[in-house]
């Protein structure tokens, strides 16, 4: 069954250093997402990418972070300056569409500890 | 800001008990999501609800969509130990390209 892989599963960087997340979307995706989860606390939306663009970014998503589809494969998620309040799981996810009943699958995140 | 507040937050019931859990917003979404998440993975969808009022059934899982779609429920029968977890309702507004996600119920279920 196709997945969406991420790695690496956990990170450990620090404070100013730079990190990239990697995601290898399912292949017939055209959308591409990246939320995070900090320890205890809810799901957040970060970004929407299609057609080589963002589409939507949240208040979260400010100029260190970015995001790229380097190779038609991979798509990454740059944080240029990490900070403590980066430490959060990072999902990656990618769908078919937007249309409302289209499935996002999820992969299984990159722990990223910021020390 | 559109929130989602899910209810309880900690569930803690013993094998074949029934449970609902609760989904809330004051905000009205095109589609409500319910997700499952596991300790170290990602969210998995469950099911999509589009209509309001729409009911849908997975197995022993009874998703309901307000008529307001403001909110949504999620029922389970006879709850098995394989149903413990993490479940998250998550809206969309006009196209699903942004999804806000609920503060989550964690559910245990013991024999």
């Known amino acids: 069954e196709p997945e969406v892989t991420q790695t690496p599963s956990h990170q450990v960087t620090q404070m100013g250093q730079e990190v990239i997340l990697r995601c290898v979307p399912i292949?017939?995706?055209?959308?591409f997402y990246w939320y995070r989860q900090i320890l205890g606390q809810k799901v957040e939306f970060l970004v929407s990418f299609y057609n080589n663009e963002i589409s939507e970014k949240s208040e979260i998503f400010d100029d260190q972070f970015s995001v790229e589809r380097p190779d038609g494969s991979n798509f990454t998620l740059k944080i240029r300056s990490t900070k403590l309040e980066d430490s959060a799981m990072y999902f990656c996810a990618s769908s078919v569409s937007v249309r409302l009943n289209t499935e996002a699958f999820f992969g299984q995140g990159t722990r990223l500890t910021v020390v | 800001t559109q929130l989602l507040e899910q209810s309880p937050q900690f569930l803690s019931i013993q094998e074949g008990e029934n449970l609902t859990v609760y989904c809330n917003s004051s905000s009205v979404f095109s589609s409500l999501q319910w997700y499952r998440q596991e300790p170290g993975e990602g969210p998995v969808l469950l099911v999509t609800v589009v209509t309001g009022g729409e009911v849908k059934k997975l197995k022993r899982l009874t998703f309901q969509f307000g008529d307001a779609r403001k909110d949504s429920s999620l029922h389970i029968t006879a709850a098995q130990p394989g149903d413990t977890g993490l479940y998250l309702c998550a809206g969309a507004t006009g196209t699903a390209s942004k999804l806000t996600f609920g503060t989550g119920t964690r559910l245990q279920v013991t024999l």
């Open positions: 292949s017939n995706h055209l959308y």
